[in-house]
């Protein structure tokens, strides 16, 4: 199964808002702190030109204004365009000023995550691993600790998303395996998480610099694919527009 995934970063986003529709721009004004109103553009920009992408519409700003990202009841973003469901899967994620956007089959269910590689106190393991993941966080260097734990707070939480449950549930009931020895091309090594109510989500997990990233998915997705947008130009998009 092909899975497509873009990253962005709040440099890429345009200071103007003219490719939000309407009652985005709406959301966004009742926004009242500037970290959350920043993030949220720059989540609503990735999904955005991920998903003219695998539209094939331009990605001028009056045509991305048409495109919407809508909560479902179980808040998982929904992808509209002329305000019509679009047959397509996806999920966002943001962290330290860069977004992420997967994208698959309508029916797929699919969850990714981006996190910061950082140290995080023997709490935050006790807390929110089980007893299988604390033996392989104890297990590893102390040099890679904070790469592996990353890694296994990634997972939960991209298999969190494609349940639909996000962080409502116990993050020990999904349990993160991830295979170190295998890189592919694109530098994304497999990954399996297993929930506690007997699924397997399958997927990859890939590392640049101090980020890491996961992506899981039901059925199995093949290595993700790399979106390629165009650069964005505000005055030749004026132009085209």
């Not at 092909?2 to 200071?15: F, G």
């Not at 990202?69 to 994620?93: D, H, K």
């Not at 995080?120 to 600790?145: C, G, H, I, M, N």
Request: glycine share 6%; with cysteine; proline share 7%.
């Amino acid at each position: 199964m092909n899975v497509y995934w873009l990253e962005q970063t709040e440099a890429d986003v345009p200071a103007e808002n003219d490719w939000l529709s309407a009652s985005e721009a709406a959301c966004l004004k009742g926004m009242r702190f500037a970290k959350r109103r920043a993030d949220w553009r720059l989540g609503r920009w990735t999904a955005k030109r991920a998903l003219a992408v695998c539209l094939q519409v331009p990605g001028h700003p009056h045509v991305l204004a048409k495109i919407e990202i809508r909560p479902a009841p179980s808040g998982a973003p929904e992808a509209f365009f002329a305000n019509q469901p679009v047959a397509v899967t996806i999920s966002l994620s943001h962290r330290a000023g860069t977004a992420m956007c997967a994208i698959g089959l309508s029916g797929v269910d699919l969850g990714c995550d981006l996190e910061v590689i950082e140290p995080r106190s023997d709490a935050f393991v006790a807390d929110y691993f089980t007893a299988k993941e604390q033996a392989l966080v104890a297990r590893a260097p102390a040099t890679d600790r904070s790469r592996l734990l990353a890694l296994l707070w990634s997972g939960k939480e991209s298999a969190l998303k494609a349940l639909h449950t996000g962080l409502r549930v116990d993050t020990r009931c999904v349990i993160v395996s991830p295979v170190e020895a295998l890189v592919d091309l694109n530098g994304w090594s497999p990954l399996q998480v297993r929930y506690s109510a007997g699924r397997v989500f399958d997927g990859w997990w890939q590392r640049k610099d101090n980020m890491l990233r996961t992506l899981v998915g039901d059925p199995p997705p093949d290595s993700p694919i790399t979106l390629q947008v165009p650069a964005y130009s505000p005055d030749r998009a004026a132009q085209c527009a």
